[in-house]
């Protein structure tokens, strides 16, 4: 069972350039997100998609972009990548249920230097 | 904006103590989980609870979400080093069900 499925684990990046982090699901989930997470600290939401086609902000959605051009697919695009978008990214899914479970990727450590 | 505040932010103890955690808004939700995560992994769900008063148990650890859907609490019994992690509540919006709040998680440490 391959879940949600995230790369590239691990990246360094320099300032300014930019990069795309892969996200994909098996589960035929309708709801996906994007979440950074800094050390120690909680998850805050930078987009989320409730269906193909269909993309929303979250709480800190500045210097990234999202795309949902299928269920299975949602990619999150760094541009002009700055320090303070080092942290750890997950990508999750759940179903439609009020009540449905949020399965995560294994997370991408990103270095920006 | 609607907050979901969990505490405490951290918690040190020792093997065999009982602790609790809280999550705490002033929202009501549709449901509340609870996910822990371990170092250099995604959070996993732990549990979700759905109706006003719900006590659900999951061998030492007790779930409970409050009377009004607003507040839950997970009490961990004779905690072990394996329990040690970062506990993290989420809500699910009332009537917008892909909107979860995230409580700032508590991070746990047993000693042996």
């Known amino acids: 069972n391959a879940g949600v499925t995230q790369t590239p684990k691990f990246r360094i990046l320099k300032i300014g350039q930019s990069m795309t982090l892969q996200c994909a699901q098996d589960?035929?989930?309708?709801?996906m997100y994007w979440y950074r997470q800094d050390p120690g600290m909680g998850l805050k939401l930078i987009y989320y998609?409730?269906?193909?086609?269909?993309?929303d902000k979250g709480e800190v959605p500045n210097g990234y972009n999202v795309s949902r051009s299928t269920t299975e697919y949602f990619p999150l695009r760094l541009e002009l990548a700055a320090p303070s978008q080092t942290s750890v990214y997950f990508c999750?899914?759940?179903?439609?249920?009020?009540?449905?479970?949020?399965?995560f990727g294994e997370g991408s450590r990103l270095t920006v230097l | 904006t609607q907050l979901l505040e969990q505490s405490p932010q951290f918690l040190s103890i020792q093997e065999g103590e009982n602790l609790t955690v809280y999550c705490n808004s002033s929202?009501?939700?549709?449901?509340l989980q609870w996910y822990r995560q371990e170092p250099g992994e995604g959070p996993v769900l732990l549990v979700t609870?759905?109706?006003g008063g719900e006590v659900k148990k999951l061998k030492r650890l007790t779930f409970q979400f409050g009377d009004a859907r607003k507040d839950s609490s997970l009490h961990i019994t004779a905690a072990q080093p394996g329990d040690t992690g970062l506990y993290l509540c989420?809500?699910?919006?009332?009537?917008?069900?892909?909107?979860?709040?995230w409580g700032a998680g508590t991070k746990l440490i047993i000693k042996p």
């Open positions: 999750a899914s759940r179903d439609q249920s009020y009540s449905g479970e949020l399965f």
């Open positions: 589960m035929n989930h309708n709801y």
């Open positions: 998609s409730v269906g193909a086609g269909i993309t």
């Open positions: 929202s009501v939700f549709s449901s």
């Open positions: 609870v759905v109706t």
């Open positions: 989420a809500g699910a919006k009332l009537g917008s069900n892909y909107q979860l709040i």
